[in-house]
């Protein structure tokens, strides 16, 4: 007697979209093949990463027809829309994110890793004591207008 195992059936993106239509989420094509996937006002936009897995690339808050991603001010978490308008995010919107999230990652069959399944995370953070952290504006120790640090010239020596 021979036993043969069973081939493992590769699940394709498509396959996924569907896993998602028949756990009640609302999908739509965009242009560049991603889905926007949505439920009771929240939403995502999901692409085939090339390895046959499929990920969430960004999820938000539906603000008209734009999903607005969540902001970690430090104090207070905001939803910012694509072209930067800012609104304060409120627990029900919290809770609504992150439910969602948790029920598109069971859908698509994804790991859902101990620190986002603790609350909601952010991808963006913008603390209001570091002014322009995410533009790499910040001025260098070594740039001071008094002049007292300098540069390390090509030798790697240093002037004061």
Sequence with gaps: MFFRRERPKTVTFNDRVELLKKAGFATAPASDGRI???????????????KGQTGIERAGILIGSEIAVLLNAGYQMFLQTPDGKRYPAT???????????????????????????????SRLHVYDRVQARDLARQPKPWEKKDNRYKAPDSKGSLHI
């Design 91 to 121: 627990a029900n919107e919290l809770h609504a994110l992150h439910e969602f999230e948790d029920d598109v990652k069971d859908a698509l069959n994804l790991t859902n890793l101990y620190n986002t399944s603790l609350g909601t995370t």
């Design 36 to 50: 926007l996937v949505s439920k009771h006002g929240v939403g995502a936009i999901i692409g085939d990463e090339e």
